[in-house]
């Protein structure tokens, strides 16, 4: 069947960096010189991904090095997703937790790299991202500081936590159940609203970032966009018979059609926009206004219209790349992409 898209309406507009394109080029000049896309099937999939006009969306306002900066960690860590998905790492939950823990060993506080010489009894994907990763982090560490780079290594570390929960549920044919999918996937995309940090040149202060009305504006935008990568997604994962996807998991709990299940996610994504556009017009309040340093507001502000630049960019981003693409070969054969 063709899935019918439910409509998704965001009131916010949509903008592009003037460096789409430079980006674009970078990125994929980034993972062909640390050999993440080993083959030319991986190679095509980063290119139809257009991480680079996703990146130019979401922080439509970054300097040229800063996007270019925020364009390769999301094309490193999808490409790392990618592998934990779709090879039979992702089926392996031991494994791949040992990937993760050697991955979390590399993002030190004090933003160093530690410099160590490939083993030959790790696993190839930990050879390959070794070099890149430290690339990142030392790219990072002029923008950040030790406080921000332990949090951006504590939400990598619960996105590695999901992926080695849903490599249990691949192992043993495990369906999750609603409420617990929604609760494990709502991790995936904090570490990419921690760069918006990156490009603006402002960290939000701790005593904001722990707020319940902050937590709860990075998180419905979250739900909002990673709900919404379920539905463009649904059909590539059915295909490859992985239920960690809303829609499936939504069909599995009630019972129903594809299409009924899609229709139902969407009114749940709708739900969760319009949470997060009435939080990100109000935020901060009246009350909080007034008790925070003046300094803060301008660049609280730009930080909360970066939130939204996501939300509007990953939505307008989902209809030009080619990455859910059900009907490239290697979801159709259910062979998934060439390990490393």
């Known amino acids: 069947m063709t899935l019918r898209m439910p409509q998704i309406r965001v009131d916010f507009p949509t903008e592009l960096s003037p460096f789409r394109d430079q980006v674009e080029e970078s990125t994929r000049t ?15 999939h980063h290119e139809r991904s257009l991480l680079g006009t996703l990146m130019s969306r979401a922080y439509p306002h970054a300097g040229r090095t800063e996007l270019a900066l ?24 031991e494994r791949l937790r040992a990937v993760c823990r050697e991955v979390l060993g590399w993002l030190t506080p004090d933003g160093s790299v530690a410099e160590a010489a490939p083993d030959a009894a790790e696993h190839s994907v930990v050879t390959a991202f070794r070099p890149a990763f430290a690339d990142l982090w030392r790219r990072t560490r002029p923008y950040t500081s030790d406080a921000w780079r332990t949090r951006l290594a504590g939400h990598i570390g619960a996105f590695f936590d999901t992926c080695a929960w849903e490599a249990e549920n691949r192992l043993t044919g495990r369906t999750p159940e609603l409420d617990e999918y929604i609760a494990m996937r ?13 490009t603006t040149h402002f960290e939000i202060p701790a005593e904001i970032y722990r707020l319940p009305v902050f937590t709860e504006l990075n998180q419905s935008l979250s739900d909002a966009d990673l709900w919404t990568n379920d539905l ?4 590539k994962e059915a295909l490859l018979g992985d239920p960690h996807n809303l829609v499936v998991v939504h069909r599995h709990a009630h019972g129903t059609d594809l299409q009924t299940a899609a229709d139902a996610v969407g009114e749940m994504v709708q739900g969760r926009v319009t949470t997060f556009t009435d939080l990100s017009r109000t935020f901060p309040d009246t009350p909080l206004r007034d ?16 939130l939204r630049s996501w939300l509007t960019g990953q939505l307008r981003w989902r209809y030009e790349t080619r990455r859910f693409d059900p009907t490239r070969p290697e979801v159709t054969s259910a062979a998934g992409s060439t390990p490393l």
């Open 186 to 198: 709502g991790r995936a995309l904090m570490p990419y609203l921690d760069l918006i940090e990156v």
């Open 30 to 44: 980034f993972v062909r010189r640390f050999g993440l896309v080993p083959d030319e099937v991986a190679r095509r």
């Open 70 to 93: 925020v364009t390769d960690w999301i094309s490193c860590m999808l490409v790392l997703d990618d592998q934990f998905d779709e090879t039979d790492l992702g089926k392996d939950p």
């Open 232 to 235: 463009f997604s649904c059909e």
């Open 291 to 306: 008790s925070l340093d003046p300094s803060l507001l301008a660049p609280l502000a730009r930080h909360v219209a970066g």
